[in-house]
């Protein structure tokens, strides 16, 4: 046991920088609950295959930098206010997204309490989007 002190004290930031991305594992484990997560190319499959609806929830200046082709603008502070809007497509598989992942996995913990079935988080945002090289508009 001594030994283990005196290690953890020559190692002090060793020790913190371990534990510190030990916690941010753990809490991305926890925080992924918010719907089955889909990479940029898995969502272009099912744009293309299952008609499945892009819900952009960025703040609408960074939706007004550029958006997934034909996906619809819901900030994620008016999704509870503006959900009728979609009701319609409760069945419909949607893919939702946000600038990395964050906010898209807090909407689609939302839209699960609402009866939507078919929620897919878009793993890494618009910026994996961008990143894969997949078009963006600003229309």
Not at 10 to 26: C, D, E, R
Not at 65 to 92: D, V, W, Y
Not at 97 to 123: I, M
Request: net charge positive.
């Amino acid at each position: 046991m001594e030994k283990i002190l005196e290690f953890v004290q020559s190692n002090l930031m060793y020790v913190m920088l371990a534990v510190t991305s030990g916690a941010m594992l753990i809490w991305q484990t926890i925080n992924s609950s918010g719907g089955n997560h889909v990479s940029p190319m898995q969502a272009t499959l099912m744009l293309n295959r299952e008609d499945a609806l892009v819900i952009d929830v960025r703040e609408a200046s960074e939706w007004s930098t550029g958006h997934i082709p034909n996906s619809r603008h819901i900030a994620i502070s008016q999704l509870e206010k503006q959900i009728h809007e979609i009701e319609k497509f409760k069945t419909r598989h949607l893919i939702v997204n946000c600038q990395t992942g964050n906010r898209s996995s807090s909407a689609c913990n939302a839209l699960k309490k609402h009866g939507f079935e078919k929620v897919y988080n878009l793993a890494g945002g618009i910026a994996a989007w961008r990143e894969a090289g997949l078009p963006t508009t600003t229309k």
